[in-house]
């Protein structure tokens, strides 16, 4: 701690957590994301899955106070716990082309933000390249994985 009683990060720590967030967002959405090359993307670490659906949450309470909750059947149990807004949809969900368009616009339409729990990436196909989020097509939402 510092004088202020606040924790401190060596500059190294703080250098590697930010190539790893760099990283992880490469793993996940592609090498070649435009995502990524257009710094349309951002990063957080976050600890075990339960705390990044939470720290979503928290975020989308504080920015969107008056949305609603929807989740998927069948879910973990631990996201009933949650009573903050969101929708979270599961990455290894094969959409066809047509259904992601018709989701990709009615989130539109109703204003919606996305959230994909990629838990598990690379473990349906053993690869994680193929199960990652390649942005589907006809998908173009506000979206958080």
Same mark, same amino acid.
């Given at each position: 701690m510092?004088?202020?009683?606040?924790n401190?990060?060596?500059n190294?720590?703080?250098?590697q957590?930010?190539q790893?967030?760099?990283?992880?967002?490469k793993?996940?959405?592609?090498?070649?994301s435009?995502?990524?090359?257009?710094?349309?993307?951002?990063?957080?670490?976050?600890?075990?899955?339960?705390?990044?659906?939470?720290?979503?949450?928290?975020?989308?309470?504080?920015?969107?106070?008056?949305?609603q909750?929807?989740i998927?059947?069948? +879910?973990?149990?631990k996201?009933?716990?949650?009573d903050?807004?969101?929708?979270?949809?599961r990455?290894?969900?094969?959409l066809?082309?047509?259904?992601?368009?018709e989701?990709?616009?009615?989130f539109?339409?109703k204003?919606?933000?996305?959230?994909?729990?990629?838990?598990?990436?690379g473990?349906?196909?053993g690869?994680?390249?193929?199960?990652?989020?390649?942005?589907p097509?006809?998908?173009s939402?506000?979206?958080? +994985?």
């Amino acid at each position: 701690m510092d004088q202020e009683e606040k924790n401190w990060t060596l500059n190294t720590v703080s250098s590697q957590r930010r190539q790893t967030l760099q990283e992880t967002l490469k793993l996940a959405y592609g090498e070649d994301s435009n995502l990524i090359k257009d710094k349309r993307i951002a990063a957080v670490q976050a600890l075990s899955g339960t705390g990044a659906c939470r720290l979503f949450a928290d975020f989308q309470k504080r920015f969107s106070p008056d949305s609603q909750i929807y989740i998927p059947v069948p +879910t973990w149990s631990k996201m009933h716990q949650m009573d903050h807004s969101f929708w979270c949809m599961r990455v290894l969900i094969i959409l066809p082309e047509e259904q992601c368009k018709e989701i990709s616009y009615q989130f539109k339409v109703k204003g919606h933000f996305s959230f994909f729990d990629m838990a598990y990436q690379g473990f349906a196909s053993g690869d994680p390249e193929r199960d990652g989020m390649r942005n589907p097509s006809g998908f173009s939402l506000k979206m958080f +994985t």
